[in-house]
């Protein structure tokens, strides 16, 4: 199924004014997602964003930005990405680059996405990190936070022989009042004993109140449950 550029906006983000557009692709306003991303520095509840991206492959992990206790790239609060095309056209992979970076491979994640945030109509590949996406708001000092997935494929990549690491398509950590949605989403995990969705408690008690996790209507190709 094809999306293309005209968007009911309100379905996208009930109740917002969308002040802000930044369209990803060739031509378009930025060519790296990685680019555009990082050049969103203001984003909150009334100024949000939404990155419309288009078809191509979009890399998020560069040699040069591995630095100890670097996670990989950030999605901003209230920055919203929807995919204009192919589904499986619209690309945005993670893999950790060939050289000495094996100690990286559970430290990085191909985007991490915790806030407030509504994903629609891309692919997210990894291939020796962590995670698709890693959304574990503690990290980041996130909490309270509403984000959903529509129509999103999560492919995990079998690993390189050698490379230790976590790989699942989400690793997703529970905090007070978090509410994840995922909707006709695909999760493929090539990896053994690999899951499409990995989902822990916040070890501190406090901060585990009416968090919430809805999958409705998802397909699962995976190494394990």
Same mark, same amino acid.
């Given at each position: 199924q094809?999306?293309?550029?005209?968007?009911?906006?309100?379905?996208?983000?009930?109740?917002?004014?969308?002040?802000?557009?930044?369209?990803?692709?060739?031509?378009?306003?930025?060519?790296?997602?990685?680019?555009?991303i990082?050049?969103i520095?203001?984003?909150?509840e009334?100024?949000?964003?939404?990155?419309?991206?288009?078809?191509?492959?979009?890399?998020?992990?560069?040699?040069?930005?591995?630095?100890?206790?670097?996670k990989?790239?950030?999605?901003?609060?209230?920055?919203?990405?929807?995919?204009?095309?192919?589904?499986?056209d619209?690309?945005?992979?993670?893999?950790?680059?060939?050289?000495?970076?094996?100690?990286?491979?559970?430290?990085?994640?191909?985007?991490?996405? #915790?806030?407030?945030?509504?994903v629609e109509?891309?692919?997210?590949?990894?291939?020796?990190?962590?995670?698709c996406?890693?959304?574990?708001?503690?990290e980041?000092?996130?909490?309270?936070?509403?984000?959903?997935?529509?129509?999103?494929?999560?492919?995990?990549?079998?690993?390189? #022989?050698?490379?230790?690491?976590?790989?699942?398509?989400?690793?997703?950590?529970?905090?007070?009042?978090?509410?994840?949605?995922?909707?006709?989403?695909?999760?493929?995990?090539?990896?053994?004993?690999?899951?499409?969705?990995f989902?822990?408690?916040n070890?501190?008690? #406090?901060?585990?109140?009416?968090?919430?996790?809805e999958?409705?209507?998802?397909?699962?190709?995976?190494?394990?449950?």
């Amino acid at each position: 199924q094809v999306y293309q550029n005209k968007l009911n906006i309100e379905k996208i983000s009930q109740n917002t004014v969308i002040k802000n557009i930044i369209t990803v692709g060739l031509g378009k306003d930025f060519e790296s997602f990685f680019d555009a991303i990082e050049s969103i520095t203001d984003s909150s509840e009334l100024n949000r964003y939404t990155v419309y991206v288009y078809e191509g492959v979009y890399n998020t992990v560069f040699s040069e930005k591995i630095v100890s206790g670097y996670k990989g790239l950030i999605i901003p609060n209230y920055v919203d990405i929807i995919g204009i095309g192919n589904r499986d056209d619209i690309i945005i992979e993670g893999i950790l680059p060939d050289g000495d970076y094996s100690n990286y491979a559970n430290i990085l994640s191909t985007i991490n996405l #915790t806030m407030n945030n509504i994903v629609e109509n891309i692919t997210i590949i990894a291939k020796n990190v962590r995670y698709c996406n890693h959304d574990d708001g503690s990290e980041f000092g996130m909490f309270r936070s509403e984000h959903t997935f529509r129509r999103v494929k999560f492919i995990y990549e079998k690993p390189t #022989t050698g490379i230790s690491v976590a790989g699942s398509c989400c690793g997703i950590g529970n905090q007070v009042d978090k509410h994840v949605i995922f909707e006709d989403c695909y999760f493929i995990n090539k990896k053994t004993n690999g899951y499409g969705i990995f989902y822990h408690d916040n070890p501190n008690p #406090t901060q585990q109140n009416c968090a919430r996790l809805e999958v409705k209507n998802c397909i699962f190709e995976t190494g394990s449950t």
